[in-house]
């Protein structure tokens, strides 16, 4: 039996791996169809990092999810995050893909994507910073700034709520998912954690840490971000800095400010045939299917 329960291991890995190699082609497509610009130079789209700087997999969820996690830089920094992962749909026998996405830029974005999209994206702010508190001074080399973020991150924890009211624990990623560049103005450093489920690897909160410079002086900022359907909690030195609830206004789809927005888009086969389009909405936030094509 130990040795039977030992084969299985490699082979549950090797259809993983499969899975990932199948689906990222067709992943990277639906993150190329998306122009995002900030308010200010709308006609100036971000740059879209195509290579992923996450992959995930959740077991647990749905008959295994699997995804991969995209951002959309401004100057270098993140500006947008986009998880584009999927999960079996049995009655097309095909995988549905889902859109997750979420502002990162304290402005606001402008969204478009060609065609008639059934579902879309129209952020109505930006995602704001605040101070963190007994943070210390940033450091003055990259290196030693680089210590202090992970040292701060390692200072929030959280859990979320299912809709079954089942508590998960939520865990930092030990290394970021994207460090920034040195900028010329405003941010001196930063780097964007996340905060995932004990049920897999999917980003559940974001966590940013930035030193920035205020009148003269630099000082560490914090902003966190949903990236999950669940109610999220999330403290640091044992206080609740930041939580968001599901609620009427924080849907499974949105938040109140459209920050975070998540779909079922479509459904395709492990060759990226299109099999169904798939509509969103309030009342049906699983999706509806629709043929492939508009019926004339």
């Not at 508190?133 to 030693?144: E, H, I, M, R, W």
């Not at 992970?150 to 865990?171: I, P, T, Y």
């Not at 909690?233 to 609740?240: A, I, L, M, S």
Request: aromatic share 8%; with cysteine.
């Amino acid at each position: 039996m130990v040795l039977w329960c030992l084969l299985l291991v490699p082979a549950a890995d090797d259809a993983a791996d499969a899975l990932a190699k199948k689906m990222l082609p067709i992943y990277v497509r639906e993150a190329v169809e998306y122009s995002i610009a900030v308010e200010s130079a709308p006609k100036t789209p971000l740059e879209l990092k195509k290579e992923p700087v996450f992959e995930w997999s959740n077991p647990v969820r749905s008959g295994n999810q699997q995804g991969v996690v995209f951002l959309w830089l401004r100057d270098g920094r993140p500006a947008a995050i986009g998880s584009i992962f999927s999960e079996p749909e049995g009655r097309h026998k095909g995988r549905k893909v889902i859109h997750e996405f979420h502002a990162l830029d304290p402005e606001k974005l402008v969204v478009t994507r060609p065609g008639m999209p059934l579902n879309e994206w129209k952020p109505q702010a930006g995602l704001g910073r605040k101070e963190l508190p007994d943070a210390g001074t940033p450091a003055d080399t990259p290196a030693a700034r680089l210590l202090q973020m992970r040292k701060l991150a390692q200072e929030f924890v959280g859990d979320s709520v299912d809709n079954k009211d089942k508590h998960w624990d939520l865990r930092l990623l030990p290394a970021p998912l994207y460090r920034y560049p040195a900028a010329k103005t405003g941010v001196v450093d930063g780097a964007l954690f996340a905060l995932v489920s004990t049920a897999g690897t999917d980003p559940e909160v974001l966590l940013l840490i930035e030193a920035r410079e205020v009148d003269g002086k630099a000082r560490w900022e914090y902003a966190c971000g949903r990236l999950s359907d669940r109610s999220l909690y999330v403290q640091r030195k044992d206080k609740e800095v930041w939580s968001m609830v599901r609620s009427e206004t924080n849907t499974f789809l949105h938040d109140p400010q459209h920050l975070f927005r998540v779909y079922p888009d479509k459904v395709v086969s492990l060759e990226g045939k299109l099999l169904a389009r798939v509509r969103a909405t309030e009342k049906v936030w699983w999706g509806e299917f629709l043929p492939p094509v508009d019926e004339k």
